[in-house]
C-alpha cells in the first residue's frame, strides 16, 4: 500500500532510508583511486529513492497548500540529486555554481535588474534592453542572466531572452532582497573566517558575544547587535531577515504548533492592574518590528487584555505604523524600549514571550535575560513562552543545523536539543518546563514554562 504522506513526512525528517533491497554492499575503498571522483555519491539509495518517490500519488496534491506533501517530496528530490551527482559535480556546484549565484544575486539586487524583469508583469526581456535600463554592460549581463538561468533562478525563453520565476520575482521584494544583503554584509564575512577563527582557539566552541567568528571576521570589539544598530541599512536588513524567516512558517499561536486559545486567552485574568490599567496578555521580547504580534491579532481578534512590544530604541524606532492603528478589539499595540538585560516593566502578564531570542545568547546571557523576566512572572499564572529549535537527537533538519552553526558564528550562541533545554531553563533558571509544542522537522515550536514553586 503507498505510504500516506504523514509518513512520507515523518520519513524526511532527516535522510530518506531507502528500503534494503535497494542497497549495494559497498566495496573497498583506495584513497588513491580518484575513480571516485566521477561516480555518483551514492547510487545504493538511487533506486530506493526513486522508487519512494513513485510510489505516491503526487498529482492529487495543491502543494500551494499541503506544506508538509511539498516538504517532504523537497526531501526526497534533494536526496536524490545529492545520491546521483558525482563528488566532481558536488564539489563545481559548492565552491563554483552556488557562490557565484548568491554574488550575481546580490548585483542583481543592488542594480534593480529583478524590478527590471518584473515590469510589464515579468514578460520576456532581451540582455540588451535590460542592460540599457539598469545601466550595466551588456555583455557582462548576457553573462551572469545565461548562470542566473542555468542554475533555475529565471528563466530563458529565447536566444538572449529571459523572464523571471517566482523566485526573481520575489528578489524584488524587501523581505529576500534585503536578506541577501544582511548575509552579504553581516553573516558571510563572519562565516567564512569560522575556519581561522577555531584554528587560533585549538578547535574550541566559541561561547562569547564578544569573541567569536563574528568578531573576529568584522575586526570589531562591538557585539552582533551593536553592529545592527549602528546603521539605518543594518537594522533594516536584518528587520527585512527576521520577516524573510517567519514567512510562510505554521503560525507560532495556531492550533497546530501552540494552542494559545486554550492554553493563554483561557484562564486570563481580565482585572484592572493595581494602577487601574487594562491587564497585558502578551509582552514579546525583543520583538523586533512585532510579526509575531500580529499573527497572534489575526488569530485572536478579539482577544482580551493589551498587547506590548519591546526592543531596542533602534527597533522600535521603525516599528510599522500600522502595529500602532486600532487592532479589531479596539486596543493597541504598546511600543515600548527596553533592554531585556534590566528589569522587566511589565509585571503579571498573562505571557512573555521570546522568540529568536535565547539562540542569539550563549548560556549565561540567557540566564541573565531569563532571571529578570522570571522577577516580573506571577507564580502559578504567568507563563514563559520560548519560540524556537528544539533539535532532535537523530533525524536533525538541515534549517535547523544551519542555524546552530550560524548561532555559533555570529554569537557564540546554538540552537539547543530536549536536554539543553530542560538543563538551561530547569536547572540554570528555577523554571518548569510544563511542554514543548510543535510539529518539529525543522518548525519552531514553543516551550511553555512556570515559575517552578518552592518544595
Ligand atoms: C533574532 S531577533 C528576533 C526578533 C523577533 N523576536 C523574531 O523572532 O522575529 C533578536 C531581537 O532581539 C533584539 N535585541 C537584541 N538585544 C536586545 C536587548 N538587549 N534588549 C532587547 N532586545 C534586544 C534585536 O533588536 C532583535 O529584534
Given at each position: 500500500?503507498?505510504?500516506s504522506i504523514q509518513?512520507?513526512?515523518?520519513d524526511?525528517?532527516g535522510?530518506?532510508?531507502?528500503n ?31 522508487d ?18 511539498r ?7 534533494r ?7 558525482t ?35 515579468g514578460?520576456?526581456k ?10 550595466f ?7 551572469i ?25 520575489a ?14 554584509n ?13 584554528k587560533?582557539?585549538?578547535?574550541q566552541?566559541?561561547t ?19 553592529v545592527i ?11 527585512d531577515?527576521?520577516?524573510a524567516?517567519?514567512q ?14 486554550d ?13 487601574g490599567?487594562?491587564?497585558?496578555m ?10 509575531d504580534?500580529?499573527?497572534?491579532v ?21 516599528a ?15 511600543l515600548q ?32 535575560i531569563?532571571?529578570q523576566?522570571k522577577?516580573?512572572?506571577?507564580p502559578?499564572?504567568s ?42 531553563l530547569e ?24 515559575v517552578?514553586?518552592?518544595?
Open positions: 500500500m503507498a505510504p509518513e512520507l513526512y515523518h524526511f525528517v535522510n530518506d532510508v531507502p534494503a533491497k535497494h542497497r549495494r554492499s559497498s566495496s573497498s575503498f583506495d584513497p588513491n583511486d580518484i575513480s571516485i571522483n566521477a561516480r555518483p555519491c551514492d547510487l545504493g539509495r538511487v533506486s530506493g529513492l526513486i519512494d518517490i513513485a510510489s505516491y500519488n503526487w498529482g492529487d496534491i495543491d502543494f500551494s497548500q499541503d506544506r508538509n506533501a516538504i517532504s517530496l523537497l526531501s526526497k528530490a536526496s536524490l540529486i545529492a545520491a546521483l551527482e563528488p566532481r559535480e558536488t564539489l563545481l556546484r559548492h565552491i563554483g555554481a552556488e557562490t557565484s549565484n548568491f554574488y550575481t544575486i546580490v548585483i542583481g539586487i543592488e542594480t534593480n535588474l529583478f524590478h527590471e524583469m518584473a515590469k510589464d508583469n514578460s520576456p532581451t540582455a540588451t534592453r535590460l542592460a540599457e535600463a539598469i545601466s554592460d551588456p555583455d557582462l549581463l548576457r553573462r542572466l545565461r548562470h542566473l538561468a542555468s542554475m533555475n533562478h529565471i528563466i530563458q525563453t529565447g536566444e538572449d531572452e529571459y523572464r523571471p520565476n517566482n523566485f526573481s520575482k528578489l524584488t521584494t524587501s523581505p529576500i532582497a534585503g536578506s541577501y544583503q544582511f548575509y552579504r553581516i553573516c558571510l564575512p563572519s562565516m567564512i573566517n569560522l575556519h581561522k577563527w577555531l587560533t582557539k585549538s578547535y566552541s566559541p562569547t558575544t564578544i569573541d567569536n567568528p563574528f568578531t573576529f571576521g568584522h575586526q570589531t570589539s562591538q557585539t552582533f547587535f551593536e544598530g549602528s546603521t539605518a541599512k543594518n537594522t533594516e536588513h536584518f528587520n531577515h527576521m520577516v524567516y517567519c510562510g512558517q505554521p503560525a507560532w499561536c495556531s492550533n497546530s504548533v501552540y494552542p494559545a486559545a492554553r493563554l486567552i483561557s484562564g486570563f485574568d481580565a482585572s484592572p492592574q493595581p494602577d490599567s487594562d491587564p497585558v502578551l509582552v514579546d521580547i525583543g520583538g523586533n518590528v512585532g510579526h504580534l500580529q499573527t497572534f489575526s488569530h485572536y481578534p478579539s482577544h482580551p487584555g493589551r498587547l506590548v512590544l519591546q526592543d531596542l530604541p533602534s527597533v522600535i524606532a521603525v510599522p505604523p500600522s502595529l500602532t492603528s486600532p487592532l479589531p478589539n479596539g486596543k493597541y499595540v504598546q524600549e527596553h533592554d531585556f538585560f534590566t528589569p522587566q516593566p511589565v509585571v503579571g502578564a498573562r505571557a512573555y514571550y521570546l522568540h529568536h531570542i535565547m539562540h542569539d545568547w550563549p548560556d549565561d546571557k540567557c540566564v541573565s531569563l532571571s523576566i522577577k516580573a512572572m506571577k502559578g499564572y507563563r514563559l513562552l520560548i519560540n524556537e529549535q528544539v533539535i532532535p537527537e537523530k533525524k536533525a533538519s538541515w534549517e535547523a543545523t544551519y542555524l546552530d552553526l550560524y548561532m555559533m558564528v555570529l554569537f557564540g550562541a546554538r540552537e539547543r536539543t530536549e536536554k539543553e533545554w530542560l538543563r538551561l536547572d540554570g533558571c528555577g523554571l518548569k518546563v510544563l511542554g514543548m509544542y510543535g510539529p518539529g522537522g525543522g518548525v519552531e515550536g514553543i516551550i511553555e514554562c512556570e517552578a514553586l518552592e518544595e
